[in-house]
């Protein structure tokens, strides 16, 4: 079963040979690696080019955000299983892809998801937060809870029927995406309660009190938007479950 693992990516020329490297070396034998840039200016698509002959596609050119960049890379995606593989970010083990595709087949699934690790680039050994996916389940998406996106496997088929991502979101479209296939609970899915992906300790998301603030709007209006009940409070009571996430680490 084909699988098309997408990385979207602007100026990553510090990260990117990294993730090109751990998709490179996974173990499952039919993955398309698509590489959808920015138009970077920093030397990026000079690391990328050395792995042309890995990779199924590389596109280059301005887009109107992250979102938009993941939907080119949807759009021209030819696998079954369609997942992310952020720039600064690597897959835990080289037999990550394979047991999650196994798993979809073999349990004939609509998504599968895991939890990711959080370290810092001068120490990546050290591992500072775990974001465990099992906290998510659908009733939970008015809380603000998603698996993390990095580790989430996800049909071909449920992006044809309910479309991709929504571009007017610059931070909370991945939880837009979750909420909108997720929140009527008919997918078959499943949690593996293991880490799949590594992510650097940044990101657009984890930037700042300004963009926390304009992510947890962002949520708010996604639930909104999917006819999800919820109100700010509810989706920032999260907060100690994630700072405990820090402690377990």
């Known amino acids: 079963m084909k699988t098309s693992v997408i990385t979207v990516c602007r100026n990553s020329a510090s990260t990117i040979e990294d993730a ?23 030397g990026t698509l000079d690391i990328v080019d050395r792995y042309r002959g890995r990779l199924a596609k590389v596109m280059s050119e301005p887009d109107r955000g992250i979102y938009d960049a993941m939907n080119k890379g949807v759009a021209v ?18 037999t990550v892809i394979s047991k999650v595709v196994n798993y979809l087949e073999q349990n004939n699934l609509d998504a599968v998801y895991g939890d990711v ?5 001068e120490t990546p050994e050290v591992t500072l937060r775990r974001y465990r996916s099992n906290r998510f389940r659908p009733d939970r998406i008015g809380w603000g809870w998603m698996p993390a996106h990095p580790a989430l496997f996800v049909r071909r088929r449920i992006f044809d029927q309910y479309g991709g991502f929504r571009i007017h979101y610059r ?22 309660p293991e880490v799949l992906v590594r992510m650097r300790l940044k990101g657009i998301s984890t930037a700042g009190w300004r963009n926390t603030w304009l992510l947890n709007r962002e949520v708010l209006q996604a639930c909104r938007e999917n006819g999800i009940p919820t109100n700010i409070f509810k989706i920032l009571s999260k907060y100690p479950a994630k700072m405990l996430e820090y402690l377990q680490a």
């Open 20 to 42: 090109l490297r751990s998709v490179a070396s996974q173990s499952y034998p039919d993955i398309e690696h698509i590489v959808v840039d920015g138009a970077s200016t920093d």
């Open 77 to 94: 995606a030819g696998g079954e299983v369609i997942c992310f593989l952020n720039s600064d970010d690597i897959y835990a083990n080289n």
């Open 117 to 121: 690790e959080f370290f810092k680039s």
């Open 171 to 192: 931070i909370a479209g991945d939880f837009e995406f979750v909420a909108r296939i997720f929140h009527r609970n008919a997918l078959r899915y499943c949690y593996l």
